[in-house]
């Protein structure tokens, strides 16, 4: 058994999210995402770079 704080959602935060896509061509679109969370008691960074193909 693990006791775990949880985080209080009630907290002040900030979030940012920025996001770009680029079509390299009709079949070929690369996508680039970035997401900001600030808040009292954690901060939290995440992002993704992908490439899409459609055949």
């Known amino acids: 058994?693990?006791?775990?704080?949880g985080i209080d959602l009630d907290d002040d935060?900030?979030?940012?999210?920025i996001g770009m896509k680029y079509q390299y061509s009709p079949?070929?679109?690369f996508d680039l995402d970035y997401d900001l969370e600030l808040a009292e008691d954690f901060?939290?960074?995440?992002?993704?770079?992908?490439?899409k193909y459609k055949f």
């Open 43 to 51: 901060d939290s960074h995440t992002g993704t770079i992908g490439m």
């Open 27 to 29: 079949e070929i679109t």
């Open 1 to 5: 058994f693990t006791n775990v704080e």
């Open 13 to 17: 935060r900030f979030g940012l999210g």
